[in-house]
Structure formats: C-alpha cells, structure tokens
C-alpha cells in the first residue's frame, strides 16, 4: 500500500492556491486527504481535486492535527499567524509568502538549487519570490562552472505575480480602453493596460530607493546560491501581460566563457530548458513560458564590454516553477527523503 | 519678413512622417510650402497643416530643386535611393532611417547631445534610433559631469516604434484576443498582445546574437557621444504597449555618486524632465511620456555592486524624441545657425 500524506493547501482560492491544487494532481503526490483553506469570505466555495469537488473550509478554525504538510499561499501577515499554530500541531508548512524567508531558522529553498537545505527545516520551509526562482535555477549552474561575479538583473513581470486580482484588473482596464471607457485603478498603482510599470510592491525608506520586490531578488538569491556577497542589482518592473514573468540578465563571471559553453551549462541544468534559436524566431516568452515546468533560458550571447560577461533572457511561468511548482517540488523532495517515517518532521 | 523654409516631408503619411508634420505646425517651424511625399500607395491621401488640407505627392516623381528641408521618415532603403536625388537638387535632408547613421560622412545628431555635428553635413543629416536618443541625452550629462565607464540597458520599446501597422497588430490581436478568435501576426515575429518579444527588427550572422537593433543601440550611441569604445551592452524587447520606450540603465561611473547628486546633473539637462518620487508613485512610464517632448528619467538610485554605480529608468515618447521630434529640432538648429544663407548647405 502506498504511503500517503494528509495535506492542507492555505489561500486555496487564490491564484498561487489553484495552481498547487493542481500540481498536486497532475503530478500524482500522494495525497491522502486534502484539506483546502482560505479566509472566511472564501470559505463555501468548491473546487474539484481527483474527479470530485472540496469544499473550502475556514482558516481560523482549522485543525492541523491530522494534517502532514501544509502548502501555504496567503499573504505573509496570514502565513505568520497561522504557520507556527499548524507547525505546533505537527504538520510541515511549505510558505510561499514572503513571511520566513530571510528567517535564518527557515532554509529558503529552490529544489534544484539548494534541496538539501529543506531537510534542515524546523516545521518551516520556505520558498522564493517569483522573480528570484527563475533567476537563481539560471545562476547557479552558470556559478559552479564558472564563478558569478557579478548580475544586473531587469525584470518583465506579469500581472498575475499580483494575484488573481492583477490578471482581472488588466482585463477590465483593456477592455474599458478599447470601448473608450473610464478605466479604475486598484491592484496596481497606475493603469497597467498598454503602460509598463516600473514599480513590483513598495517603496520602503530603509531601501534607498529600491522596491522591497528588488530587495527580495537580492537578498534571497544570496541566501538560496550560499553567496552572501553575490554582487547583484535588480530593476523590477510589471508589465502588461497576464502570466509568465521574464527577466534580462548580464552576468561577469570569473572566466571568459564562449556562448556555447554556457549554453551547454545550461541545456544539462535541472529545471532549464534552452530555448535558443533567435534567427528562427526560438527565444523564451511569457507565453511559451505559461504552462512549462522548466525556466526558458535564450538569447545567450558573450557581452564584450567585460573581460568575461554574458548576456541572457529568461522566461518562467510565475505561477507555476515560480510559485506553485516549486512549493509541491520541495514537498516531493521531502517526502522523498522522509522514506519510513510517518511525519515530515526533521530529527 | 520672415525667412520661410520650404519643407518635403517623405514618408508622411507614416506615424513619424505624421507626427513630424503635427511637430512643425505646433512648434511653429517657419514653413513656406510643405510637400508631402509617399510611395504611390499612399499619394492621393490628405493631411491637414496649418488649418488646410494638402494633397501627398509621389516620392518618385518628386522635384526637389525649389525645396530647402527634407524631413525624411521612409525605410532605409528609400531613403538611400532619393536622398542623395534630394542632395544633389541642393535641399538638405534630414533622414531618420537607419540608412547613413553609421556613414562617417553623414552627421548622426542629437542636437541636445552633439547639434554643432549637424553643422558639418554635406547635405544629409542622420537621426538616430528611437531608443538610442532618450539613452544618449540622458548618458551625456553624466558622462560630462561623472565620466561613464559601462553601460547595461534593457529596452521595453512600444510597438509603434515598428510603424503603424504595429499599432493596428497590438490593437486587432488584443480585440481578437478579448473575443476568443485567433489572432494574426505580420508585423512581429509572435504575438505581442499580452506577450514579450526579446527581439526588436532582426538578427544577422555576423552580430554574434544581438539583434540590429541592440546593435544600432551601442554603435549610435558611441558616435553621438564621441566616445568610440564606449562599454554598452543592450537587451532590446517589444512590449504590448502602444507608444513610448522604456529602458531600464545600469551605469558604471568613474567616480562615487550619490543619487541625489545625479538627480541634480539631471535635472539641470537639456531635453531631460527627472519624475522621481517613487515612494509618491512618481516615476517615468510610457503613458506618461506620450506626448512630451522631454526624456522621463526616474527611479534614480546607486547600484552598491561596483564602485560607483547607478541604476535609473526613463520613458521617452518614441514618435516624438525618439523620431520626428529630433528631426525637427535638427532642422531647427540648422535653420538657426543658416542665418542670413538661402540655403541650409555647409560651406
């Protein structure tokens, strides 16, 4: 009989909580009972899993008891609430929000990155921003053949990095424009229809000028890469595309390194696919992106303005590798590893 | 009396050749007879100027000899075919195609950057590339006040910098999209609704996989600031945006500055407007900079990864300064400087 793991999907409905629902099935986790979460005004709702429809049941009045693993999606105010309640139960979170991640107690981890940090957990196991996910699957092959020394990093996200109220807000905003209509501004600070943003989250005063979003891109590839001095400076912006967030990235690294190797790097890196045939039209886009498991990685070319530089373009599904995925391949790794033992639990 | 130029516009009923037409009736530019020219599929048409109608012209049967200023807005291949005809009839051209930037006899002007370059002509003057003006005009000042060492840009360029057909491709596959029909692509490679395009016009063997564009980018550039080994790599992207170029800029300086320090050089340069209260959710975007004549520059802050860098962002109006704007300040310049001459030909 097969092993089966009780688990609990947090902020169900939401665009990230979908995904996971999912994954879980499309992949074949083995799931034995699952448990979807959501806030009260979310709560009733259904949504099917395995041929048959859940119910969504409230937060607040969860017991995590009986539950192995809790894949978490809400806000970081929520996952702060709710995470240590469900660890104290005996139950695993895996947090997608931005709540644990710099928490030297919390491994915040990319699977193919960093996995074995997951094992060091302490109930809590965290997992990157969206921009950072594809970046670091791309830096870190490149990092062990080569050295990074240094990346600028300009970002193309889509609206749906915001939730599902960033995907609704850019479809109510075109079709108000192309029927000439008065158009509202909520989920973004500015109309993001046919307009590019160059703002991700906030502005804080203590980050001289940088968006807590190009924060997070910094400080989380040095923690998942173990480079706590990675040189690394980013520029997020959002722009007017529903799913499948791209990024262009400049990398000087310890040695020259022709095109072709570092495309050779890349084509046998977990979690990478090259996409790379740009006078045949073959390059990464948001829209090849959406759907894929794997960071599109193209228009790898040298960058001659330095003794050892390259330039690159990546695209990933947000949703899915850069959130959802990621989350269900750290639970896959856990489970993998917990062989026996009836709980995730570290020793 | 006022002195009056007579002025040919070739390619007029483009959107540069429109908007160069728009420019010179709204800036009062001392117009005597205005021609419009076109290819024979666009002669017949009518387009108002200074509150009348006039009739475009076929480009091939055009007589040159009565005109002073040609504004010339075609492909590069029509202009390489009348402008030395328009030369050679004594007119002086200022062209925007692509076809004599990188002609070391032919002038390639910014007039904020390098205007007293147009003086040397010998009958044409270039325009550069819509995305290398806002770049130069906003480099020059720091280069002049801080010396620039390296530049990284990442463009995210509106798809009227392909013309207007790319305007009505963005429009359809949105509207096709928005009603569940297929789309159609001609004037980009894919799909550029709700989509990202890591390539802007083409790529040639011998470029090594840049595309003609990001390498336009950094050969313009080098000209017009007169720094031949100028350090700038490019990564140019389309954007499902109507109009106005974004770009994102990583610069490495020769000396320590701060960001308020830059703001200031900035703020204080020709054909520069700084919008840079981000925490204000003040900030260049491309909606914003439709319709200005200025560069936005914003998002102004140092990039602690090298000794001294920045990172800022700028939006430019990509019809406007980015083309037909800076070819009519050239002509404004020219006509300035040609005082009481008949003609605007160099010595």
Request: net charge negative.
């Amino acid at each position: 009989m097969t092993r089966t793991a009780n688990v609990a999907v947090v902020g169900a409905t939401g665009a990230v909580g979908q995904e996971a629902v999912h994954l879980l099935e499309e992949r074949g986790f083995p799931v034995g009972r699952l448990v979807l979460l959501a806030s009260g005004r979310s709560a009733g709702a259904e949504m099917a899993f395995q041929g048959r429809l859940h119910r969504v049941e409230v937060l607040s009045q969860a017991d995590f008891r009986d539950i192995d693993l809790v894949l978490s999606a809400p806000g970081a105010s929520v996952s702060r609430e709710f995470a240590p309640r469900a660890v104290a139960a005996g139950a695993v979170v895996i947090d997608k929000s931005s709540a644990f991640r710099m928490d030297p107690e919390v491994p915040l981890v990319v699977p193919e990155v960093n996995g074995e940090a997951a094992l060091s957990h302490r109930g809590i196991v965290s997992s990157p921003n969206c921009s950072t996910i594809p970046l670091v699957v791309c830096l870190k092959p490149l990092h062990e053949a080569f050295g990074v020394r240094r990346v600028v990093v300009s970002t193309y996200q889509a609206v749906s990095g915001a939730g599902r109220r960033g995907g609704e807000e850019l479809f109510r905003q075109t079709v108000a424009l192309l029927n000439h209509r008065p158009l509202e501004t909520e989920a973004f600070p500015h109309q993001i229809a046919f307009n590019v943003l160059p703002q991700v989250e906030t502005f804080r005063p203590e980050d001289e000028g940088y968006t807590t979003e190009e924060v997070k891109i910094v400080q989380e590839s040095r923690r998942i890469l173990g480079i706590p001095d990675l040189r690394l400076t980013a520029t997020a912006v959002r722009v007017p595309v529903m799913n499948g967030h791209s990024e262009s990235v400049n990398v000087e690294l310890d040695r020259p390194v022709s095109a072709e190797e570092a495309r050779e790097v890349l084509s046998r890196a977990p979690g990478v696919a090259v996409v790379d045939d740009p006078a045949g039209g073959e390059y990464p886009m948001p829209l090849e992106a959406t759907g894929r498991d794997e960071v599109l990685v193209g228009r790898i070319r040298r960058d001659p303005t330095v003794a050892s530089g390259l330039n690159l373009w990546l695209a990933c599904d947000n949703l899915r590798k850069g959130a959802a995925l990621n989350a269900v391949q750290i639970a896959e790794f856990l489970w993998s590893r917990a062989e026996g033992r009836r709980r995730l639990v570290a020793e």
